[in-house]
């Protein structure tokens, strides 16, 4: 399915007291790697929101290799793992400048109608996009 590759450069706040990424920044690399998917193929969080659509995190999972540390170049690797349906979800590799995979994760979102706050279906848009 559809991959993009984003690099991110690690900020002195992101981590601990040991210079080594905080856990809870993890999910932050990650939502990053999903926006930049999204906006990558003309969809965006902000338009779906906008049409009533949400899109919650309903399952996180993060296997941590290696330790990443402030100023690492990283590279977010993101992979839709499947075509949606009422859940899309990600596949991700994070590596270092040389190659090594430092993390691998999962994230699994539910297409949310604003309204009702129910699952449904993703928006045409969405699918058609994914098959150009």
Same mark, same amino acid.
């Given at each position: 399915?559809?991959?993009?590759?984003?690099?991110?450069?690690?900020?002195?706040?992101?981590?601990?007291?040991?210079?080594?990424?905080?856990?809870?920044? %993890?999910?932050? %690399?990650?939502?990053?790697?999903?926006?930049?998917?999204?906006?990558?193929?003309?969809?965006? %969080?902000?338009?779906?929101?906008?049409?009533?659509?949400?899109?919650?995190?309903?399952?996180?999972?993060?296997?941590?290799?290696?330790?990443?540390? %402030?100023?690492?170049?990283?590279?977010?690797?993101?992979?839709?793992?499947?075509?949606?349906?009422?859940?899309?979800?990600?596949?991700?590799?994070?590596?270092?400048?040389?190659?090594?995979?430092?993390?691998?994760?999962?994230?699994?979102?539910?297409?949310?109608?604003?309204?009702?706050?129910?699952?449904?279906?993703?928006?045409?848009?969405?699918?058609?996009?994914?098959?150009?």
């Amino acid at each position: 399915m559809k991959r993009d590759e984003i690099e991110i450069r690690i900020r002195y706040a992101e981590t601990d007291q040991m210079g080594v990424v905080h856990h809870a920044n %993890y999910a932050l %690399y990650l939502e990053i790697g999903r926006v930049e998917w999204l906006r990558k193929l003309g969809l965006s %969080y902000k338009k779906m929101e906008e049409e009533g659509i949400a899109l919650p995190v309903i399952s996180l999972r993060v296997n941590y290799v290696k330790p990443i540390h %402030y100023d690492d170049l990283i590279k977010v690797k993101t992979q839709l793992k499947e075509r949606p349906r009422s859940v899309v979800e990600f596949d991700y590799e994070i590596a270092n400048d040389f190659g090594e995979i430092l993390a691998t994760a999962n994230t699994v979102l539910a297409f949310i109608n604003m309204k009702t706050n129910k699952p449904t279906r993703p928006p045409k848009y969405f699918l058609d996009v994914l098959d150009s």
